[in-house]
Structures are given as C-alpha cells and as structure tokens.
C-alpha cells in the first residue's frame, strides 16, 4: 500500500519508491483525473500524482527550493496557465478557501483549461495576453498573495514585475519559471539567467532563490521574488 506523508510545504504530499521522491495533492474533486495522472485513495481523502516531468513547480520542490508561497488559501494569479496541468495542482493546494486566476494567451489552448474550471470552483479562467494586465483588471477580485509565471516570451522579468505592480502589495510573492531559450537562442544559459536576477533587482524586488530545473526541465530555471516595503 502507498505511504503519503504531508511534505514540509502545507497542500503538499509526498511518498519514496525506492528512495526516489515523488510529490502528490489531495485532489479537490475526487475521481476526476485531470491529464491521466495516477490517482490513490487513502483513508477518505484521494490524491493525485504531481509530476515532476510535466510541471515546472513540482520541478522546482523535488530540486528543493525553499520557499512556496503557494499555501491553503492563497490567492494566486497564474500567468501562462495553458491547459491546466500545474493549474490543477495549485487548486488542490489553495482549496475551497483560495482562488487561482488562470491567465493563457491561446484560444484553442484556453479551451481546456475553461472545462477544467467548470469542474472546478477556485478557478478563474482569463483568455488574454500577461503583458496588459489592465485588460484583465476587472476580473480579479481582492490583493493577490502570490504571482506564478511559466510563459515563453523575451521580456519574461518585465512581465513578472508588470503584475505584481498592478495586483499586489508589500510582502507577496513572485515566482517565474525562466524559460532561458525565449529570451535569446544563442546566449549561455547561466548567463541569461543572471541577466533576469538582475533585471528583478533592478526593478526593486527581492530575490530570494534561484534553483536550476535540469535535469527534469531543460534550459528552465525557477526565481523566487518578494515584494518588498519600497516597491508599493
């Protein structure tokens, strides 16, 4: 039988297959799979596999970051949410209690990540492009805790510093999940990655940690920000 233990996040589970780590949630709506992801029963609660392959957050845990904001109760605007598969896992965590504002560019690609959401309550689905928060103003009700970005363009730091302006105050988070290769295609990697801690220092946040995603997500590493007292 499968031993799951709450992990030292709070709305994270975790469990060892011959020494190898792997994370879990406690799925809000049971029964329901969300991508094909495994699920088990233990006791009267289900849980669902979160892999570490298919999401840059689950990536960033098992490679041991130290900070996740991403807590029960949290008010959360994911930026370059796609289909839904970390979206998913971030509902679990927040509960009936938080909110996740899903933002995705795509139309075709936001059609999923709607049907989630219809299965889901703390999901707020928003069809629109990160870099104009103002268009998707109105949709956001109350100061968000933490700001999640997983999204492939250039100017990856402006867009992260762009939200966390408009929607949130002293003390909330920041989290970005840089994609390396969309900023420039040929620049070493660790040096693009220096230019974008740089860059959120410049713009007057506070960055806690960086952690290199390799080997489970190649040319991607996670940057953990805070809001500090000047920056509102």
């Known amino acids: 039988m499968q031993e799951i233990e709450e992990y030292k996040f709070p709305g994270v589970f975790k469990s060892k297959q011959k020494q ?16 094909g992801e495994k699920l088990i029963q233990v006791g009267d609660k289900e849980y669902r596999a979160w892999s570490a392959n298919r999401s840059k957050l689950a990536a960033a845990i098992i490679k041991g ?3 996740m904001p991403i807590q029960p109760g949290s008010r959360v605007l994911y930026l ?21 504002y899903a933002v995705e560019f795509s139309p ?26 103002n268009r998707y103003a109105p949709f956001l009700m109350g100061i968000i805790d933490v700001v999640y970005q997983d999204i492939a ?19 909330a988070w920041g989290l ?27 713009y007057g946040l506070e960055v806690m940690e960086r952690v ?5 997500e190649k040319a991607h590493s996670m940057v953990v920000t805070r809001v500090k007292e000047e920056f509102v």
């Open 176 to 202: 970005i999940a840089v994609k390396a290769r969309s900023i420039d295609a040929a620049e070493e990697i660790e040096s693009i990655y220096k230019r974008v801690v740089t860059e959120l220092d410049d």
């Open 153 to 171: 363009q250039v100017n990856q730091a402006r867009i992260l510093y762009e939200n966390l302006r408009q929607f949130c105050s002293y003390g």
């Open 212 to 216: 290199n995603l390799e080997p489970l």
């Open 20 to 35: 190898k780590l792997k994370l879990w949630t406690q799925s809000l709506v049971p029964g329901k799979k969300v991508y």
């Open 108 to 133: 075709r690609t936001a059609r999923e990540l709607i049907a989630l959401s219809e299965k889901r309550d703390n999901i707020v689905p928003i069809v629109d492009d990160a870099r104009h928060p």
């Open 65 to 67: 970051v130290r900070h």
């Open 80 to 100: 370059g949410a796609a289909s839904g598969t970390t979206v998913s896992h971030v509902s679990d965590i927040v509960g009936p209690n938080g909110v996740v």
